[in-house]
Every structure is written in C-alpha cells, then in structure tokens.
C-alpha cells in the first residue's frame, strides 16, 4: 500500500479547496484503485502538473515510486483552476495544466521542475491556488445544491430548483459546469462515498442508513462505481487499500 496522508489549506481556500495530499509510493511502485469522489483534483506526480477530471467509474492506476502531492477541489468549485473552462470538459479526463492554462502556467512548472520533494511541490500547489482567488468567483447556488444533494434524502431537481430560485434547465446547466455532472450522478457518487464511511454490521443496514431503497441498488451502485462487490468493497482489507482515492 501507498502511503497517504491528508492536510489542511490555509483558511482562504476553504471555500473552493477541501484539503491538500501527499503520497508516497514505495520501491517496485503501486497499482491504485481510484473511485469516484465527486471532486477535481490537482496533482504533481512524475514531474508533470495535472487536473483530473471528476470520475463516473473506477480506474486502476499504475504508480511509480515517489512522491506524489495534490489539491482536492471541492465540488462545483473548481472553477478556481479551470476559469471559464467547465468542468465537464475534464469528466474522466486527465489534463495537464499547460493545455489549460497555456503560458501562464509556465511559471509553476518551472518552480515544480527544480523540486523532487512532495512536500514542497505540496506548498507550490497552495501558493497556486491563493494567486487564484482575485479571480475566483464562487458560486453559492452550486454549493448549496451540492450540500443538499449529499443528505440521505436528498431533494429532486424540481424541488432544488425551487428551493435557489432557479429553472430546472438552467440549474442543470450551470451544476453540470461547476460540478463535472449532473445532480443525479452526484447523489449516486456522494451516496456511494458515504456507504464506504459508514461502519455497519450488514449490508441490509448500510444500505439503509446510507440512503438507498435496498440491499440491492447498493450492490448495483457500488459495482457500478468500484468494479466490485458491496462485500468486497466495504471489507476493512480493501478499505485500506484503497485509502488513497485519488492520483
């Protein structure tokens, strides 16, 4: 297993950016099962500076050993980093910033070139993200649907956009953008993240307390997300294996 450790971004970013990670891949390296999260994240490894998209499926990822850092976007806030380029253009994509970003990402490349450390690539990735905020617009009404769609129960369309005052259509338009997705393919995603979190005895039980009608369309999402089994996935053996979610 690869090492992995999560750290807090200075109080600034909170808005936009859920948490800063380091990993570090051992001798002979690591294959990563990588599940969907809802999120964009940026990522330093093997010398090249990437956004990777918000995923609908599981990746088996090859890593090398080293070191690896990134920043966790938080969903429908990675227009941070993206700036007018919607998120759904990087749906199961990995981009490297110098695609999005053209010359101005010249600068932090060339910084993140001189480094071979994790741990200072992690610190360029924050001062990154502050030189971005001037720009950054956030958009509340996203955030509150996002922070709706992750209850139990979480609302329909109709009643989300009831609820910000906004037309269905345009709500979708504008979740799809910011987020990656739409509402529907978020709930599945975050439902199926709270299903790894939560600690149940039965699958009967977890399915219920995590907010699906059955057993049943538990052990469809999570094949469906993971490529495994409810058994498999929620076992404390893969748990641990996969506790690093994104690279």
């Not at 990822?61 to 253009?89: H, T, W």
């Not at 992750?150 to 609302?155: K, W």
């Amino acid at each position: 297993m690869a090492p992995y450790v999560e750290h807090p971004v200075p109080g600034a970013l909170h808005e936009a950016v859920s948490c800063g990670w380091m990993q570090e891949v051992p001798s002979g390296g690591h294959v990563q099962r990588v599940l969907p999260d809802g999120c964009l994240d940026l990522i330093w490894r093997d010398g090249v500076l990437e956004m990777a998209g918000p995923d609908t499926g599981p990746r088996l990822v090859p890593l090398a050993a080293g070191g690896i850092a990134g920043l966790r976007m938080r969903p429908g806030a990675a227009r941070l980093l993206l700036g007018e380029v919607p998120a759904a253009e990087l749906r199961d994509r990995r981009v490297e910033l110098g695609e999005l970003w053209g010359p101005r990402a010249r600068p932090v490349l060339e910084r993140l070139a001189a480094t071979a450390r994790a741990a200072e690539a992690s610190d360029l990735l924050v001062h990154l993200a502050r030189t971005r905020l001037p720009e950054y617009r956030h958009d509340a009404a996203v955030a509150e649907a996002v922070r709706l769609l992750g209850a139990p129960g979480p609302p329909s369309v109709a009643a989300l956009s009831e609820h910000l005052g906004l037309s269905p259509r345009h709500l979708r338009r504008r979740f799809t953008a910011a987020v990656g997705y739409g509402p529907s393919t978020l709930v599945s995603v975050l439902r199926f993240q709270r299903a790894r979190s939560l600690d149940a005895a039965r699958l009967t039980e977890l399915a219920a307390t995590a907010g699906y009608a059955d057993q049943a369309h538990l052990s469809r999402q999570v094949r469906r997300l993971s490529g495994l089994t409810a058994a498999e996935l929620l076992s404390s053996r893969t748990r641990a294996g996969s506790a690093a979610r994104r690279s």
